[in-house]
């Protein structure tokens, strides 16, 4: 796996799922369970190997009794400087939406800032 800024970020995030998992004082056959996630990928996900979608990370948060945001922060699905009433949240936070119709959009709009700041 390349490891870019995605592969960092993900790292990132698997660490702080399991930190948080501890810290709840939960198995990883428990935390899957609870967030309705296969032990072996909620594992991969701890280990940096898979990038979870919003929705899972949503269910992950819940069962943790986290926030979202701070997951979607960590997994760099926002951006820091967006949290709070952002866009993305926004976005993520549709029930209407399908999880491709959310990522498309916030690809779409993650284009439209990148060259809005390339250009000023």
Do not use: C, W
């Amino acid at each position: 796996m390349a490891m870019g800024k995605v592969g960092k970020t993900v790292e990132t995030l698997g660490d702080y799922l399991r930190e948080q998992r501890i810290a709840a004082h939960l198995t990883l056959r428990q935390l899957a369970e609870q967030a309705g996630v296969s032990n072996p990928y909620l594992s991969q996900i701890e280990r940096g190997l898979r990038r979870p979608s919003a929705e899972v990370l949503q269910q992950i948060a819940k069962a943790l009794r986290i926030s979202a945001e701070q997951l979607y922060l960590r997994a760099g699905i926002v951006s820091p400087e967006g949290a709070g009433g952002s866009v993305e949240l926004a976005v993520l936070g549709d029930s209407r939406l399908t999880e491709r119709q959310k990522q498309s959009l916030l690809d779409v709009y993650a284009s439209f800032i990148a060259l809005n700041d390339s250009t000023s």
